[in-house]
């Protein structure tokens, strides 16, 4: 497509289920990465794939959250055991290599009841 | 505390008034992103610098980057209620600079 694709767009969950969020990177683009945003606060990273290299996990902040990026394109974060701290917007991103031309997708907004 | 810092975290101004936005690195920068995002949307690209003392604009912003200093700023001119929103500034930092790291961003508002 012609832009990153995230779905949903938002999501509400009920503490303790679990949620899947995807994103469709720009086609070609081997890099993707995964941000959160939380009320009031910067973008915080969660993880990057980079082609077929083993993905830089550095930035999940608990053993609830795991991402997948299959065949090199399609990535899904899934999150088990909602807690209501996982609220916030979670942003995907892609670029032909490393941190340049970052392409954005509009998020998905988690609201944990 | 933050690697890269924003100023002000928020900032009110009147139509046409000019205004700027820093970024400060705690580390060696490897290229400055200036990106600008609405309430509920994505990022939207601004500006990218890549060298010390280089300098770029789109109509009405400007920015530079002062390597030594690892820092940056965003200057708009004759600001208007279009570039209200949440600026963010972005680098590569040291060791990780395969991905970007964020500041907190400003908050800007325009009143007409």
């Known amino acids: 497509g012609a832009g990153v694709s995230q779905s949903p767009s938002n999501k509400v969950t009920e503490k303790g289920k679990d949620v899947e969020l995807r994103c469709d990177p720009i086609?070609?683009?081997?890099?993707l990465y995964w941000y959160r945003q939380s009320l009031g606060q910067g973008l915080e990273f969660l993880i990057y794939?980079?082609?077929?290299?083993?993905?830089?996990k550095s930035g999940l902040p608990s053993d609830r959250f795991s991402a997948e990026r299959t065949g090199g394109s399609v990535s899904t974060l899934t999150i088990q055991r909602t807690q209501q701290e996982d609220s916030a917007v979670y942003l995907c991103?892609?670029?032909?290599?490393?941190?340049?031309?970052?392409?954005f997708g509009s998020g998905t907004r988690l609201t944990v009841v | 505390s933050q690697e890269l810092e924003q100023s002000p975290q928020s900032l009110i101004v009147q139509e046409g008034k000019n205004l700027t936005i820093n970024c400060t690195s705690s580390?060696?920068?490897?290229?400055l992103y200036w990106y600008k995002q609405k309430y509920g949307e994505g990022l939207i690209f601004l500006m990218m610098?890549?060298?010390?003392?280089e300098e770029k604009s789109h109509e009405k912003i400007t920015a530079k980057l002062d390597e030594k200093k690892q820092q940056s700023s965003l200057h708009i001119t004759a600001s208007q209620p279009s570039h209200a929103g949440i600026y963010l500034c972005g680098a590569g930092l040291g060791t990780s600079g395969s991905r970007l790291t964020f500041g907190e961003g400003t908050q800007l508002t325009v009143n007409p």
């Open positions: 610098l890549q060298k010390g003392g």
């Open positions: 991103a892609s670029s032909l290599s490393g941190p340049y031309g970052y392409t």
């Open positions: 794939f980079q082609g077929n290299s083993a993905p830089d």
């Open positions: 580390k060696t920068l490897y290229g």
């Open positions: 086609s070609g683009h081997t890099a």
